[in-house]
């Protein structure tokens, strides 16, 4: 038992090791666009910071979902966050897995390439509208009353710059619309329905979307409207954007190197190569490069079948 527990260990340390020296060449070459995500989330941060300095609390707007969806309350308001912690980790983790399991059908830092990509454009988006229009927060520190409802004037550039992380973060007002908890499941969601191979998780994990969207509700952190423009938003999003990047490539062959997208320009000259074979009536095998005849209405070979023919016909 001990050597058997032995091998499969030495076995699991090589598959790390040789899919860390993947990643890493990948992360080489990608790292410019992997930190220009990165940077985007701070600016993100810094943004929803930003907006709190103008938001002045006001009265509760009416809310569709607000009637239909009971209120949680401040004592179960966690529940929402527990179930948003879930996703965010298990996504990761999963993304994570080709370092572990043999079945690997993604590269990570090729699929964080993507994610980061879809977060980026989503929360630029998110950043227009809540700045545009600052509405009156629905959640709990944020009405009428509470002390943390406004924000006094900042006293230097770095109170700013630092956003008062965490808490800063956790009990921001102002940036409603759209909800970036759902930015972050959808992109979640959307990125394994289309890399998973999972189907009952990828059944869970748009179950699990729908829930977090009710309990976000429910808990008053949002209204309606932030969480519905971030289900169609988000899903516009992710569809056009994919469609500007190179496609992953597929790992399931089994093959041992690396499959890195191909250079567009490689791509085109292949592409222009085969069209000009065709063109010319050849697949590029010395074989087609033959000379052809036509005689008595068929194609023969090369000029030696002519003779032959000829010389039985008697002519």
């Known amino acids: 038992m001990t050597l058997y527990v032995a091998r499969e260990a030495s076995k ?6 040789k899919e860390v020296s993947i990643e890493i060449l990948l992360l080489a070459e990608k790292w410019k666009l992997l930190l220009a995500g990165l940077i ?8 929803a910071r930003g907006v709190h300095y103008f938001h002045r609390p006001g009265p509760t707007l009416q809310d569709v979902g607000f009637y239909l969806l009971p209120e949680l309350g401040k004592e179960r308001a966690y529940i929402s966050e527990t179930v ?3 996703v965010f980790f ?4 999963w993304t994570f897995h080709p370092f572990i399991f043999q079945s690997k059908k993604i590269y990570t830092v090729l699929l964080w390439r993507r994610v980061l990509a879809f977060l980026v454009a989503s929360q630029f988006l998110r950043i227009i ?9 629905p959640n709990y520190h944020c009405r009428e009353g509470s002390p943390l409802a406004t924000l006094p004037r900042p006293e230097s550039v770095l109170e700013v710059l630092f956003i008062n992380f965490p808490s800063g973060v956790i009990y921001g007002c102002g940036d409603l619309i759209f909800s970036s908890h759902m930015i972050f499941t959808l992109v979640f969601v959307l990125t394994y329905q289309k890399y998973g191979t999972r189907r009952d998780i990828k059944l ?3 179950l699990t979307a729908v829930t977090q969207s009710l309990l976000i509700i429910a808990s008053r952190k949002h209204y309606t409207v932030d969480v519905v423009v971030a289900w169609y938003t988000v899903n516009l999003v992710v569809f056009f954007v994919d469609k500007k990047l190179p496609e992953l490539p597929d790992r399931t062959n ?12 490689d791509k085109d000259s292949r592409t222009k190569e085969e069209h000009h074979k065709l063109l010319n009536g050849n697949s590029g095998d010395t074989v087609d490069w033959r000379p052809r005849v036509q005689v008595n209405g068929k194609i023969l070979e090369d000029a030696n079948s002519v003779h032959a023919d000829t010389t039985l016909n008697g002519t």
């Open 12 to 17: 699991l340390w090589k598959r790390i090791c």
């Open 40 to 47: 985007f989330q701070y600016i993100h941060g810094l943004a």
């Open 84 to 86: 948003f912690t879930f």
């Open 90 to 93: 298990s996504f990761v983790l």
């Open 129 to 137: 509208t809540f700045y545009s229009t600052q509405l009156p927060g």
């Open 204 to 206: 869970l994990a748009w």
């Open 254 to 265: 089994g093959t041992p190197s690396p499959l890195l997208p191909l250079v567009t320009k």
